[in-house]
């Protein structure tokens, strides 16, 4: 494992039990968190983001079965530890919360609504801390400032209920950067903001990352969330990582017809086409794992090959590699549509503003 990587997963498998059978969710992940770096894992709904990042911290369902892998992370004294191989309350007293927190979509289900603001903030710092009540009342006073609570002092005897969905949501941050953990893990934290609250949170994440030296994880189907907070961006689809690279290298030299798809797809006022894209079709049943690519269904640029056999990670650069038969030497070389290749541009261009 590079010294300069604090979580890398390795060769992650999952499967889950269900009354229909068992779902393959995740086959073969492996993903690498730089130091101080942010990476985003994006995808459509169901693809196996969320469940990817639950399983490091010991968040997954009963019913699920961790096939093979490991997720290795880098503690402040450079030891490596498997986090695959901790219990669930091994994981609850030496690492969530004081080395990986993670923020939710949804502040309402991580807050307790029959709790003060400042209690719920406060209750981390006593279990990994161990600090008195003072201390960690002049703690909580610094971190709601530091997320952009005005009246921290007043904010503090607040229930969430008495509270706006972006102050919750800062909120929310402020629990999960209490104990001063080293990873931050964000599962589409904005998703139900509007779109002003959306960039002050995430304008907020940038600069307590930069602060603290945070190494951070984005969960998100949002490419114009990746283009504004990501050094790396991993694209993910039916339970793998088809395409991985620079932030750059995704949005001005994607790869695979599924990245292309995805960056089609998001807004441009100035196409000449009346209607936003869609991928068309849907993403496979993982009941039923399919053979050959799982996108070639969707894939208008699908070979035989792709019915018949997986694709390995073609490697481009040093940092960029996708999972496609269009990388093969033998396979044919595909001129993007005009209209596309201008999208791209343009999503490109927009996204770096």
């Given at each position: 494992m590079d010294?300069?990587?604090?979580?890398?997963?390795?060769?992650?498998?999952?499967?889950?039990?269900?009354?229909?059978?068992?779902?393959?969710?995740?086959r073969g992940v492996d993903l690498n968190l730089p130091k101080g770096k942010t990476v985003a894992l994006v995808g459509e709904s169901g693809s196996g983001k969320s469940v990817t990042m639950k399983?490091?911290?010991?968040?997954?369902?009963?019913?699920?079965?961790?096939?093979?892998?490991?997720?290795?992370?880098?503690?402040?004294?450079?030891?490596?530890?498997?986090?695959?191989?901790?219990t669930k309350k091994e994981l609850?007293?030496?690492?969530?919360?004081?080395?990986?927190?993670?923020?939710?979509?949804?502040?309402?289900?991580?807050?307790?609504?029959?709790m003060q603001i400042g209690e719920q903030i406060m209750e981390g710092m006593f279990i990994h801390k161990k600090?008195?009540?003072?201390?960690?009342?002049?703690?909580?006073?610094e971190l709601l400032k530091l997320v952009g609570i005005v009246d921290a002092e007043n904010r503090m005897k607040n229930y969430p209920?008495?509270?706006?969905?972006?102050?919750?949501?800062?909120i929310v941050i402020a629990i999960a950067l209490s104990c001063e953990p080293k990873i931050l893990i964000c599962d589409e934290p904005t998703t139900a903001l509007d779109v002003t609250i959306q960039a002050k949170i995430l304008n907020l994440i940038q600069d307590i990352q930069n602060k603290m030296d945070l190494s951070v994880i984005y969960i998100t189907h949002d490419l114009g969330v990746v283009a504004k907070v990501a050094d790396y961006v991993n694209v993910m689809y039916a339970g793998k990582i088809i395409e991985t690279g620079t932030v750059d290298e995704i949005f001005f030299d994607?790869?695979?017809?599924?990245?292309?798809?995805?960056?089609?797809a998001m807004p441009d006022l100035e196409t000449d086409d009346d209607r936003l894209y869609s991928i068309p079709g849907s993403p496979p049943n993982l009941l039923h794992e399919p053979k050959g690519d799982a996108f070639a269904a969707r894939n208008k640029f699908a070979m035989k090959i792709d019915e018949k056999k997986e694709p390995?990670?073609?490697?481009?650069?040093?940092?960029?590699?996708?999972?496609?038969?269009?990388?093969?030497?033998d396979a044919p070389k595909i001129e993007l549509p005009?209209?596309?290749?201008?999208?791209?541009?343009?999503?490109?261009?927009?996204?770096?503003?």
């Open positions: 010294k300069n990587i604090i979580l890398s997963i390795k060769n992650l498998d999952i499967t889950f039990r269900t009354n229909a059978g068992n779902i393959h969710a995740i399983s490091a911290v010991g968040l997954l369902d009963s019913n699920s079965i961790i096939n093979s892998g490991k997720i290795l992370y880098r503690t402040s004294e450079e030891k490596i530890i498997d986090l695959l191989s901790l609850r007293q030496n690492i969530n919360g004081k080395n990986i927190a993670m923020v939710f979509q949804d502040p309402m289900t991580s807050l307790d609504p029959t600090i008195s009540k003072s201390e960690a009342r002049e703690k909580t006073l209920h008495q509270l706006s969905g972006g102050m919750r949501q800062r994607p790869r695979h017809p599924y990245t292309w798809g995805l960056l089609s390995p990670m073609f490697q481009i650069t040093e940092t960029h590699f996708a999972a496609t038969w269009l990388l093969h030497p005009k209209e596309l290749k201008l999208r791209l541009e343009r999503a490109g261009k927009a996204a770096k503003i």
